[in-house]
């Protein structure tokens, strides 16, 4: 028969149109599965970021001013120790540019706070912090943006007639002469793929919870500039204490030369005992050595500063300011509380933490929501680049969360700890920030009474020496009534030197209770220049 769909001749060339024309209905949906995968997949949903459950920001390090009661054993007039402890990486600095090559240069305290600011650790910390902050937020705002992607490939396809259903048994009158495969035969596909979130309300809030992280970070920055600001002004007053202690030991070491030698000259005379001069010139050694002790400290809280402050500890530099006497009276116990509530970038920074905390909950809520996603493609397809055909696909997908195991009340619980975490330390803090403004009014008030108490003694000391020299060079008292009132004499200066250490460090102190320490700081310390 001529007209028999297949002959023994003609069978296996059929046969194959047959397979390809069966192929030719599978490759769409082949095609279209491929493709489909592709493009973003609609199945995805979006999680609540998890913030940590304490929004107190570490710094690696810290500055505590401290003022603790002087033993009840020591006879001078010093009641109070101060002291400034700074830790971790606001101890430390990246080297800057020198003060002047070759010579000895002056420091003010306003260069020394702008060093701090620019070469202290800790403010490169906090800019580091606050600058993945700002990553951070970039990254999840990409969630509410389209996502745009372009894919050009390049394709040779063999498919297997068996894995797709047809097959020899499907065709039992020809199955000996159906083929197992189609192909190779070859495609090109060049498209565009793009997918926006419509509605999604936990990728929305987890935007805002990333906002207010990069404005908490921010702060942060704000606030260590304040405790850089403290910690050089500290390190500054060590340095101006420690040269009005060399100073004094000078004079005392310039006393007792005069002494010892006014001493000599009379045993030469046989007007005084051998063990006179002895006496004296221990003393003599004795301020001599002290001298060399406080020109070694003298050394040691400059390179100190150095370290805060960008500086080589080779670099060698003198101070402009003095330690300023000024007890002028401090504000009010009630404004210093109201400033504080207002400057304090700490405080600030625990209210926006808990604004964080708010807004991670509601991502974890909004898991119940619905959400509304738009997909799809649109490129060319075909055997060669000049006869490709069009091809796009377009979808509208709306996902209705139903059960999720518990996991929708899990963030939400975990999100409800942060927040009540964060809530706690808002108070905390709050109070915190009034015990140490309360702490360094106290600091000062008490500072200041020392100090007219410290000078008083300074003056009659140096009184009761004048008089005991006196009497010692016209023979009416030993050299152990000078010594003894040389020794009054250094601890009186040192009382003094101490007090007016304790009445600076105290305003400086207040001022950063205050939050106002990289503003009020150099106007405090250049009251005695």
């Given amino acids: ?118 070469y202290n650790l800790g403010v490169k910390a906090a800019s580091r912090s606050a600058q993945q902050a700002s990553a951070t937020q970039s990254s999840v705002r990409s969630a509410l943006l389209p996502n745009i992607s372009a894919q050009l490939s390049d394709n040779v396809n063999k498919i297997s007639l068996i894995t797709t259903g047809f097959d020899a048994s499907s065709f039992p009158s020809i199955g000996q002469f159906f083929p197992t495969d189609v192909g190779p035969f070859h495609y090109y596909s060049a498209q565009a793929n ?45 340095v101006l204490s420690a040269i009005a202690a060399v100073n004094t030991e000078m004079a005392q070491v ?33 301020e001599q050595q002290r001298l060399t002790a406080d020109q070694a400290t003298l050394i040691k809280v400059k390179m100190i500063l150095a370290r805060e402050i960008g500086l080589s500890i080779d670099q060698d530099f003198t101070v402009r300011e003095a330690l300023s006497p000024d007890t002028t009276a401090a504000i009010s116990l009630a404004e210093a509380y109201q400033r504080a509530a207002t400057a304090r970038n700490d405080v600030h920074a625990a209210e926006v933490q808990v604004r964080v905390a708010e807004d991670a909950r509601k991502a974890a809520g909004a898991q119940y929501l619905p959400t509304l996603k738009l997909q799809g493609f649109y490129g060319l397809q075909g055997v060669n680049p000049n006869s490709g055909t069009s091809v796009y696909n377009g979808s509208i997908s709306l996902n209705v969360p139903i059960f999720s195991g518990g996991q929708i009340r899990s963030d939400e619980r975990q999100s409800d700890a942060a927040l009540n975490q964060r809530r706690s330390e808002l108070s905390d803090l709050r109070e915190q920030v009034r015990f140490e403004v309360r702490t360094a009014w106290l600091d000062l008030d008490v500072a200041a009474k020392q100090v007219a108490v410290a000078e008083s003694n300074r003056r009659l000391a140096a009184q009761t020496l004048q008089q005991s020299t006196d009497r010692f060079f016209a023979g009416a008292t030993t050299s152990v009534e000078v010594v003894q009132s040389e020794q009054a004499v250094a601890s009186a200066e040192n009382d003094y030197i101490g007090s007016l250490f304790s009445l600076n460090l105290a305003r400086i102190s207040l001022a950063r209770s205050m939050g106002e320490a990289e503003k009020d700081i150099p106007l405090i310390l250049k009251g005695a220049q």
């Fill in 1 to 118: 028969m001529r007209h028999r769909l297949l002959d023994v001749q003609g069978s296996r060339p059929r046969l194959y149109w047959v397979a390809l024309g069966a192929t030719l209905l599978f490759t769409p949906l082949h095609l279209g599965a491929q493709l489909g995968a592709s493009s973003p997949s609609s199945s995805a949903l979006t999680r609540p970021v998890q913030v940590p459950l304490s929004g107190r920001q570490g710094t690696n390090g810290s500055v505590a001013i401290t003022q603790q009661p002087a033993g009840g054993g020591d006879s001078g007039v010093q009641t109070i120790n101060s002291t400034v402890q700074v830790t971790g990486s606001f101890a430390g600095s990246i080297l800057g540019n020198p003060l002047r090559n070759g010579v000895t240069a002056e420091l003010t305290i306003d260069e020394a706070i702008r060093r701090g600011l620019r």
């Fill in 254 to 286: 310039k006393y007792s030369q005069g002494v010892y030698d006014q001493s000599l000259a009379q045993e030469v005379a046989g007007a005084k005992p051998h063990v006179e001069t002895n006496r004296n010139l221990v003393q003599l050694q004795t």
């Fill in 194 to 238: 793009v997918s926006q979130s419509l509605l999604d309300m936990v990728a929305l809030e987890n935007y805002r919870t990333s906002k207010l992280q990069t404005e908490a970070a921010k702060l942060g920055t704000q606030d260590a500039r304040e405790q850089i600001a403290l910690a050089v002004a500290g390190s500054y007053l060590r």
